[in-house]
């Protein structure tokens, strides 16, 4: 079955330091997202993309944060300098589109530690 | 504002049914998900409802009241693996333009 895959699946960084999360999103995807999840929280939306460009962002997603579909198959979250507070897993999702369902599929995350 | 809510924790025996509620109170609406979480891994779909009623999937069931703002998971024939968290999102927004607002999840251990 396909999958949204990601990587790395943990990464350990330096508060101030930049960090970029790949994602694959299935094939022939259309819609695109980033979730976060703190320890212990809930899942939260950062972001969603379709058609190259940012559809909705939410009230986390500062100026700190980008994405980027540079390919026909990556798509890239980027923390310029991450802080302590962004140290969650992050989660990749993405959606096929009108004609072929609605459903969200996530990645397995990404996993960010900013110490 | 918006406002899902759904228990914390539940428990249940092997081979039991379990019925997981979700009420919600959202600017807007398109859809209910249910997703299976376990500890450190990302979110499995389960289901999607959009009309009001029953969704049958083997073990799984979702209901949906969009009047009464109201949906359920129903599991049944409980096994061991079924201990997760198991959360409920509500679509908000247009087709292109659309995001998943979750609950906080409910844990449910599972005891043989």
């Known amino acids: 079955e396909p999958e949204v895959t990601q990587t790395p699946s943990h990464q350990v960084t330096q508060m101030g330091q930049e960090v970029i999360l790949r994602c694959v999103p299935i094939s022939n995807h259309l819609y695109f997202y980033w979730y976060r999840q703190i320890l212990g929280q809930k899942v939260e939306f950062l972001v969603s993309f379709y058609n190259n460009e940012i559809s909705e962002k939410s009230e986390i997603f500062d100026d700190q944060f980008s994405v980027e579909r540079p390919d026909g198959s990556n798509f890239t979250l980027k923390i310029r300098s991450t802080k302590l507070e962004d140290s969650a897993m992050y989660f990749c999702?993405?959606?096929?589109?009108?004609?072929?369902?609605?459903?969200?599929?996530f990645g397995e995350g990404s996993w960010l530690t900013v110490v | 504002g918006q406002n899902i809510d759904q228990p914390t924790e539940m428990t249940a025996t092997e081979g039991a049914i379990v019925q997981i509620n979700c009420t919600y109170q959202t600017s807007g609406f398109n859809g209910l998900f249910w997703y299976q979480q376990h500890a450190g891994e990302a979110p499995t779909f389960l289901s999607y409802?959009?009309?009001?009623g029953l969704e049958e999937k083997g073990r799984f069931s979702s209901f949906l009241s969009r009047s009464k703002g109201y949906s359920y998971l129903l599991l049944k024939e409980l096994q061991m693996k079924d201990s997760a968290s198991y959360l409920c999102?509500?679509?908000?927004?247009?087709?292109?333009?659309?995001?998943?607002?979750f609950g906080t999840g409910t844990r449910l251990q599972v005891f043989p």
């Open positions: 999702a993405s959606r096929a589109g009108i004609f072929s369902g609605n459903t969200i599929y």
């Open positions: 409802n959009v009309l009001d």
């Open positions: 999102a509500v679509r908000d927004g247009t087709y292109n333009t659309d995001k998943l607002i």
